[in-house]
C-alpha cells in the first residue's frame, strides 16, 4: 500500500469518510495497545493449556491482568460483532470468571492434570469463541463495524484502529494472507477495481457496490486446494534421499540437474523441474569454484490445506525434524536460503533470498556430515510420526525450550564460549522443559521430577565409565600403535561387541595409556565396577545419595534465578549437568513414546532391560555376554 492510494487521488466529491475508511486499513501509522479478541482468546487458551507453577494461575495479578485485557479488548468491539458472537461470548466471560474465583488447590493443578470443570469449561468456551470470530459472518460483521466508525465523524479518538486491527487477525486465521487482502480492499475501495484488475486508473463504480464488493470479498473463504511446499537449505553437500511420511529429504547437487526430463528418474521429478526449469531457483554449482545457493531440499506435502501461512506450517515440520535429530546426535544446523510453494501442481509463489552460511567453523563439512547422518538415523521415524499432524503441544513446547537451552552450546557456536548468562538460562529452561514433558504425560512436574531423579545412579556411572575410557585414550606417550586400534574399536561406526564388553575385555590395555596419573586409581575402580557387581552396587549408592542433594540444590538454584534471589555463578555452574539431564531425558523419552504411539508416563517409568537385571545382581559384562549369546 502507498500513501497516494489513500490521499492524493481523491476527488471532490468524494467523502471524507471514504477516505478515513481507506486509510484505516494502511497499519504502517502505529498500532493500538487494545489486544484484538482473538489474540487474547489465543492467549488465555495458550496459559490454559502451558502456563504452570504457583506463580501462573495462583498469582493473582497474572489472572487480573488477563482479565483487564480481556475486557478492554470486548469494549473495542463494534455493535455487529458484538451482536453476532453474543453467547459464545458472554459464555466465555463467565467460564473465566469462575475460573478467577476457584480455590488455591484449582489454580494450582498443573497442564496435563487439570481435570477439573473450572479448567475444562474455560478451554471449551475460548476455541467455540475463536471458531465464531473466524466465521464468515463474523468477518463480515467487523467490516460492517469498521464503515460504520469510519461514517461517524463525531469520533475524535483512533476508535477505528483497534477494529481495523481485530479485522486484520480475523482475516489471518481463516488461512488468507492479511496484508494482501487488506491491499486488496483499498484497491476495492479507493479505486472502485476487483482485486484481480490490473491497479491502472480509477473506475466509476457507486460507493455502495464498492462496500458490498469489497464486504464479499474479505468474507471469502480461503480456497482450499493440494499444497505442496519446496525448501533449499544450506549447510549439508553430502546429504542422502530421505522419504518418510509427508516430507522428503534429496541432495540438491544430484537432484536439481536430474529434475530435467529425459534425466534419471527420481521421485517428484516433474515437480521439481517446474520449479528450477527457469534456473532462477534452487541454482546448484556446475563449475568449480562455483558456488550452490542450496545444497539439500526438502519437500513437505501439506495436503489439501489454504496457501496463506504455507511456508510457516513446512518450516516447523522440518524444524521438529531438525531439533530431535540435532539434538540427539549433534551437528550443524541447516540454514532456509529458498523456498518454492506448489498449489494444485502448479508453481505458486517462490523466495530467491540466499541465506549466509553461519558455522561455528567455515565450511564445516564434518559438521554437515554429522547433521546429515543425525536426519538419516532420525528423521524418518519423526517424520512418520508426523504424518497424521504436528508434534502435540506439550511436546512441541518442550522441544522448543531445550532447543533454546542447548543454542549456546551447539556446534554452531563453537567460536564462541558460553556466557554466564548461557550457562544461568539452562537450569529455568530445563525446568521448563521437564514440565511440559510433565503436562504431555498427565504427570504432575514433582512427580516426573522424582522419577527423573532415579534415572540419575545409573546414567551417571555409564558416563563415569566411558569418561574414564577417554581419559585413558587422550594421546601422548608412545603406544600410537595400540591407541590407533583401541580408538578404532572405541569409536567405530559398526562396533564388533557392545562397548560395556571393550571395557571389561580391553581394561588392562586401557589403563596401559593412561597418563593421567592423578585419575588411575578411580579409572580402576570404574573399569571395575563393569565386571564386579558388588562395585557397582557401591558406586550407585554414592550416585543416588548425590541425586538428594543436587535436586534439592536445582531447586534452590531455579527459584533464585526465576525470582532474584542470590545465586552465584559457582552454585549455577554445579547444577548444570544435572538440570540438563533431568530435561535431555525427559524430551528424548517423551518423544519416544509419542514415535512408538505408547503411554507417555509408562515411557518415562520405563528402565532398560541391563538396569533390571542388574537391580537383580547380575553385572553388566556378564548381561552383555548373555545377550550377544542368546
Known amino acids: 500500500m502507498t500513501d497516494y492510494n489513500v490521499s492524493d487521488h481523491w476527488s471532490a466529491d468524494d467523502p471524507d469518510w471514504l477516505k478515513s475508511l481507506v486509510s484505516s486499513l494502511d497499519r504502517r501509522h502505529g498500532v493500538s495497545t487494545v489486544l484484538p479478541l482473538t489474540v487474547i482468546t489465543e492467549e488465555i487458551l495458550e496459559w490454559l493449556e502451558l502456563a504452570s507453577g504457583v506463580d501462573a494461575w495462583k498469582n493473582t495479578a497474572n489472572r487480573k491482568s488477563l482479565k483487564g485485557d480481556l475486557e478492554e479488548s470486548i469494549g473495542t468491539l463494534g455493535a455487529s460483532l458484538r451482536a453476532h458472537i453474543g453467547p459464545p461470548l458472554t459464555r466465555f466471560q463467565t467460564a473465566f470468571a469462575r475460573l478467577d474465583r476457584s480455590p488455591g488447590a484449582v489454580l494450582v493443578q498443573s497442564p496435563g492434570t487439570r481435570s477439573d470443570a473450572a479448567w475444562t ?37 483512533r476508535e477505528y484502529r483497534p477494529i481495523a486491527e481485530l479485522l486484520f487477525e480475523q482475516v489471518r486465521r481463516r488461512g488468507l494472507n492479511a496484508e494482501h487482502t487488506f491491499r486488496n480492499l483499498v484497491s476495492v475501495m479507493a479505486f472502485g477495481r476487483d482485486p484481480s484488475d490490473i491497479p491502472i486508473g480509477q473506475k466509476q463504480v457507486p460507493l455502495t457496490e464498492r462496500i458490498a464488493r469489497a464486504r464479499t470479498y474479505v468474507s471469502t473463504p480461503a480456497a482450499v486446494e493440494p499444497i505442496v511446499v ?69 519437500r513437505v506435502d501439506l495436503g489439501r490445506t489454504t496457501a496463506a501461512g504455507a511456508l510457516d506450517r513446512a518450516v516447523r515440520i522440518v524444524d521438529t525434524i531438525l531439533d530431535v535429530s540435532i539434538h540427539n546426535s549433534g551437528g550443524i544446523r541447516p540454514h532456509l536460503a529458498q523456498y518454492g510453494l506448489m498449489r494444485s501442481g502448479q508453481a505458486g509463489v517462490a523466495n530467491l533470498m540466499i541465506s549466509r552460511r553461519e558455522t561455528g567453523f567455515p565450511d564445516d563439512h564434518y559438521g554437515a556430515d554429522i ?184 531447586r534452590r538454584v531455579r527459584n533464585a534465578l526465576v525470582h532474584g534471589n542470590p545465586a552465584s555463578f559457582a552454585i549455577v555452574d554445579s547444577v548444570r549437568e544435572y538440570a540438563q539431564f533431568l530435561s535431555r531425558t525427559a524430551l528424548n523419552l517423551g518423544l519416544e513414546s509419542y514415535v512408538e504411539g505408547t503411554e507417555p508416563a509408562a515411557a518415562l517409568a520405563k528402565r532398560t532391560d541391563e538396569f533390571t537385571a542388574m537391580q537383580a545382581g547380575q553385572d553388566a559384562a556378564g548381561y552383555w555376554r548373555a545377550q550377544l549369546a542368546a
Open 121 to 157: 469449561d474455560v478451554a471449551t468456551a475460548a476455541k467455540v469463541l475463536l471458531e465464531a470470530l473466524s466465521s464468515d459472518a463474523a468477518v463480515s460483521a467487523s467490516w460492517d463495524d469498521l464503515v460504520a466508525t469510519a461514517q461517524d465523524r463525531m469520533l475524535k479518538g
Open 230 to 298: 519446496w525448501l533449499g537449505y544450506v549447510g549439508g553437500s553430502g546429504f542422502p534421499y530421505l522419504s518418510a511420511g509427508r516430507v522428503s529429504f534429496m541432495n540438491a547437487h544430484w537432484a536439481v540437474p536430474n529434475a530435467e526430463p529425459g534425466r534419471q528418474k527420481f521421485e517428484h521429478m516433474a515437480e521439481l523441474w517446474e520449479l528450477v526449469k527457469h534456473g532462477s531457483l534452487f541454482k546448484v554449482a556446475k563449475m568449480i569454484g562455483e558456488q550452490s545457493d542450496v545444497d539439500f531440499l526438502v
Open 371 to 554: 547433521t546429515a547422518r543425525a536426519i538419516e538415523e532420525h528423521g524418518p521415524r519423526i517424520a512418520s510420526a508426523l504424518t497424521d499432524g504436528e508434534l502435540p503441544r506439550f511436546l512441541a513446547a518442550a522441544l522448543e525450550v531445550q532447543t533454546t537451552a542447548d543454542r549456546p552450546f551447539n556446534r554452531d557456536m563453537a567460536l564462541r564460549k558460553p556466557s554466564e548468562a548461557d550457562i544461568r538460562s539452562v537450569v529455568p529452561l530445563s525446568d521448563r522443559v521437564v514440565q511440559h514433558v510433565a503436562a504431555y504425560a498427565a504427570l504432575a512436574p514433582n512427580d516426573l521430577f522424582n522419577l527423573l531423579g532415579k534415572h540419575w545412579p545409573h546414567a551417571r556411572w555409564l558416563v563415569d565409565v566411558q569418561r574414564a575410557v577417554e581419559m585413558c585414550l587422550l594421546g601422548g606417550g608412545h603406544r600410537d600403535t595400540l591407541r590407533s586400534e583401541l580408538l578404532r574399536q572405541w569409536l567405530g561406526n559398526s562396533p564388533s561387541c557392545p562397548w560395556i564388553l571393550i571395557v571389561a575385555d580391553r581394561s588392562e590395555d586401557l589403563l596401559s595409556l593412561c597418563r593421567i596419573e592423578s585419575e588411575r586409581a578411580w579409572i580402576r575402580r570404574m573399569f571395575a565396577s563393569v565386571s564386579d557387581y558388588t562395585e557397582y552396587r557401591t558406586l550407585i549408592g554414592y550416585y543416588t545419595a548425590e541425586v538428594a542433594v543436587l535436586e534439592a540444590r536445582r
